[in-house]
């Protein structure tokens, strides 16, 4: 981590539009810093923390399993949590699933919710099966998966709008990340914020639920 916050270069997957500018965004205000003064710079989520060793970046969100090699690392530190936040992973539908096809999109969503359920329960990680499945989808091996805490999954696919563990009055997830992104420049191009409603559908899960 840098001396002194006034700029840094902030390593991530996603860049300057990623989910977790928010946690970041708070971070940075608790310790002296702005996320106005941040340069993002796009590493692909394996490579960021060995970006960090070599000095390329200052800080990065490196997120599980990725994280686990570092753990002992002597030139990083662990300086925030990632803030559990149920809106960060989306699923997006075209014109032929939302119109055409709706009862695939519908199969999809509703075999994410069983997947959680049957297979990313509590005690998951014990599962030789699970773990290799999620080793190879990550393209690391099964000591880095079974290393790291386990992660909780929703399986009745509701959308989560506040961030779990943040301060007390901080805005809801959808207008703090625009916030932070219209502070961060060249992610949004509009002025008014969106609501909830424009944009999350949640009919399509709503449907898979019974809600």
């Given at each position: 981590?840098?001396?002194?916050?006034?700029?840094?270069?902030?390593?991530?997957?996603?860049?300057?539009?990623?989910?977790?500018?928010?946690?970041?965004?708070?971070?940075?205000?608790a310790?002296?810093?702005?996320?106005?003064?941040?340069?993002?710079?796009?590493?692909?989520?394996?490579?960021?923390?060995?970006?960090?060793?070599?000095?390329?970046?200052?800080?990065?969100?490196?997120?599980?399993?990725?994280?686990?090699?570092?753990?002992?690392?002597?030139?990083?530190?662990?300086?925030?949590?990632?803030?559990?936040?149920?809106a960060?992973?989306?699923?997006?539908?075209?014109?032929?699933?939302?119109?055409?096809?709706?009862?695939?999109?519908?199969?999809?969503?509703?075999?994410?919710?069983?997947?959680?359920?049957?297979?990313?329960?509590?005690?998951?990680?014990?599962?030789?099966?699970?773990?290799?499945?999620?080793?190879?989808a990550?393209?690391?091996?099964?000591?880095?998966?079974?290393?790291?805490?386990?992660?909780?999954?929703?399986?009745?696919?509701?959308?989560?709008?506040?961030?779990?563990?943040?301060?007390?009055?901080?805005?809801?997830?959808?207008d703090?990340?625009?916030?932070?992104?219209?502070?961060?420049?060249?992610?949004?191009?509009?002025?008014?914020?969106?609501?909830?409603?424009?944009?999350?559908?949640?009919?399509?899960?709503?449907?898979?639920?019974?809600?």
């Amino acid at each position: 981590m840098p001396g002194s916050l006034k700029k840094i270069k902030v390593g991530s997957a996603i860049g300057a539009g990623t989910s977790h500018a928010p946690v970041l965004a708070l971070w940075l205000e608790a310790n002296g810093g702005d996320i106005k003064n941040v340069e993002f710079v796009q590493i692909p989520s394996a490579d960021i923390g060995t970006a960090m060793e070599n000095g390329a970046v200052d800080m990065g969100y490196i997120g599980a399993p990725f994280d686990r090699q570092f753990k002992d690392s002597d030139s990083i530190e662990f300086v925030t949590p990632q803030i559990s936040v149920d809106a960060q992973s989306v699923v997006l539908f075209g014109s032929s699933m939302l119109k055409d096809n709706p009862e695939v999109g519908q199969a999809i969503l509703r075999a994410a919710a069983r997947t959680s359920r049957d297979h990313l329960k509590d005690g998951y990680k014990q599962d030789p099966t699970t773990v290799k499945a999620l080793a190879k989808a990550f393209k690391t091996t099964d000591d880095a998966i079974k290393s790291g805490p386990p992660l909780t999954w929703g399986s009745d696919l509701q959308i989560g709008y506040q961030l779990e563990g943040a301060p007390a009055g901080t805005p809801e997830y959808l207008d703090l990340i625009q916030q932070v992104f219209a502070s961060v420049g060249g992610v949004i191009d509009y002025t008014k914020p969106l609501t909830k409603a424009d944009v999350y559908d949640t009919s399509f899960a709503d449907a898979v639920m019974g809600r």
